[in-house]
Each structure stands twice: as structure tokens, then as C-alpha cells.
């Protein structure tokens, strides 16, 4: 029965297991080596402009326009707070009983 049951079972070999590890090890260097420019570009000779890349301008207006939405969005969302809930209610119930709102210190 044991014969049986170790036929079945697969046998690793030491061997490919240690050459798999050697395959995904890698050993190329996994960051851009350091130039010294600035994001890594060279600057244009002097008098000339550097050179937008395709994505730029669309990332520019897609960053700085979802920002400035965000911003008009939050100054004008409208206030849910507990406490200015409580105080309109607090007036309306007590003009329906016919009090006074204002509040005068004494």
C-alpha cells in the first residue's frame, strides 16, 4: 500500500527547484541608475525650449482641473451638521409655540 501511495505522490528534484530559484532571482539592477539631471533629462542647449512629452498637458488640466472642482465642490456643499440641524429645528418648534428666537443676554 505504501508503494502504491509514493508512486502517485511527485517527487521534487533538488536540482530544478534550485534552478527555478536562480531563473526568477534576476539580476539586473531594479532602479534607474542616478544621472545627475534633474527627473533624469538633460536640459536643452540654451535657447531652446524643452520638448512636452504627449501625456503632459492632458495630465496638467486632468490634475489641476479635478483640484480646482474639488475645491468649488467643498466650499459649496451644503452644511449637515447635527448642530445646525438642531438650532433650525430648535426655531421652528419654538416659533410654533410662539416664543421669541432671539436670544438677549442679561
Do not use: C
Request: net charge positive.
Amino acid at each position: 500500500m505504501l508503494s502504491s501511495l509514493s508512486r502517485r505522490v511527485p517527487r521534487t528534484n533538488p536540482s530544478r527547484t534550485l534552478q527555478q530559484q536562480r531563473r526568477n532571482a534576476g539580476g539586473a539592477p531594479h532602479y534607474n541608475e542616478p544621472s545627475g539631471w534633474l527627473f533624469g533629462e538633460k536640459p536643452p542647449p540654451s535657447g531652446q525650449k524643452r520638448q512636452r512629452e504627449s501625456w503632459e498637458l492632458m495630465w496638467y488640466w486632468g490634475m489641476f482641473g479635478s483640484m480646482g472642482l474639488a475645491t468649488v465642490l467643498i466650499y459649496y456643499k451644503p452644511d449637515t451638521s447635527i448642530q445646525t440641524w438642531a438650532l433650525k429645528e430648535a426655531k421652528e418648534r419654538m416659533e410654533a409655540r410662539g416664543e421669541k428666537v432671539e436670544y438677549k443676554p442679561s
